[in-house]
Structures are given as C-alpha cells and as structure tokens.
C-alpha cells in the first residue's frame, strides 16, 4: 500500500496505525485505578522532549489496521472503559472507531494534546495542553479534564492560561514531569495548598511498574 492510500484510509477512518493494545490500570488523572483497555495509535507531532512514548512518534512505523480488527481485539477484555492514546489520536478521523466500540457498549475516554481538529464520540476527554503546539480553541470545550504537565516555574503560568479556557465543570490536575518530580513536586505541591481548585496527578502506574 503506498502512502498515498494508507493516508486516505486514515482519512476516512476504515484503518489507523496501530501501535499497540494493552489492557491495565489507568496510571493519571481522573480515572486513576480503573482499568482500561489502551489503544495506542502512532504519529505525533507535538514531540515534548519529555515524552515516555517516542517510539509512537513516526506512522509510518506501524502498518494500518482495519478498524474491525482493533474492535475485536479491544471486546476480549473484561473492562467497559477502552482509552484512545498516542501519540496524537486526534491526527485521524476517529469516528468509525468510537461507533463501533460504543456498539460493543465500551465507555470512550480519549487523551488529547488537542492541537488537531476533533472527531469521534467520547464519554471523558482529557486534554493535556503542549506548549509546542497548543490546543486548537474549540477544542477546550470537550475537555473534562485538564492535565499540565509541570516541568519548570514557567509552567504554572500555561497551566493557569489553559484552565482559563475550559468549561468551570472540567477538573484541573498539575502532574510532576516524572524525570524532575523529585525536585518539582515540592512545589507543586504548595501550589495547589495555595490554588486548591487544582489537584496533583501522579504517574501511579511507574510506581506500579505497569504499563
């Protein structure tokens, strides 16, 4: 298949690039602890220096899979909720995947950076802003929740631009770059004693050492 057909399947949604399915515990945010199946789609754009999925960066590193086929292997799990990740999912046309989970009766959740126009249907959306692409501003309205990742000083100053944008019912999560959390959530802590409409999210699932 040549990557002129493989970007047009992407397009209309029959296909995406696969990277992998796993079945574990959410680690972050909101949902932490509950478990979930993980589809992992590939290419990215954004690129943070801190990403712990940079293999997931180039799509042409995993072959399309049929939409049918990530369906059937996502229904063998025993959990309702199934987490479309990346990489950046919002890079394709998601709708065909969501109807088709949905008609397996699965709860949606989608992690976002939301720098790319929205599709499909989600029941949770969390938006975790990048500086180096930032969301699109349509896309603040499906945020549930919001997640920044705290690296430097600098970033309270995004966090809080960012919370200013989202709905007033989305939750607000601060969460310690793991390779700095040692030195910064100290003082993330504090901050969210001083600013308490925020909570921390932790990597909980390094702690675990699980996927």
């Not at 995004?158 to 959390?181: F, H």
């Not at 030195?183 to 675990?208: A, G």
Request: one cysteine or more.
């Amino acid at each position: 298949m040549s990557r002129g057909e493989e970007m047009e399947i992407f397009k209309e949604g029959l296909a995406l690039p696969l990277v992998e399915i796993f079945y574990t515990l959410q680690g972050e945010g909101y949902n932490t602890g509950r478990a979930a199946c993980f589809v992992r789609l590939g290419g990215c754009d954004v690129c943070c220096s801190w990403c712990d999925a940079k293999e997931t960066w180039d799509p042409l590193r995993f072959p399309p899979v049929s939409v049918e086929e990530i369906v059937d292997r996502v229904k063998v799990f025993p959990s309702e909720y199934v987490v479309i990740t990346g990489g950046e999912p919002l890079k394709y046309n998601l709708e065909k995947l969501c109807s088709m989970l949905r008609k397996e009766g699965k709860i949606l959740l989608l992690e976002t950076s939301g720098s790319r126009p929205f599709s499909g249907s989600f029941d949770w959306v969390c938006l975790s802003p990048k500086r180096r692409k930032a969301p699109l501003d349509v896309n603040y309205r499906y945020a549930d929740e919001l997640k920044v990742i705290i690296e430097s000083e600098d970033d309270f100053e995004w966090a809080e631009y960012n919370a200013e944008k989202v709905s007033g019912k989305c939750r607000l999560y601060l969460q310690p770059e793991w390779s700095r959390s040692r030195d910064i959530l100290p003082r993330v802590i504090e901050y969210v004693k001083d600013n308490p409409k925020w909570c921390i999210s932790l990597q909980t699932h390094k702690f675990m050492n699980i996927p």
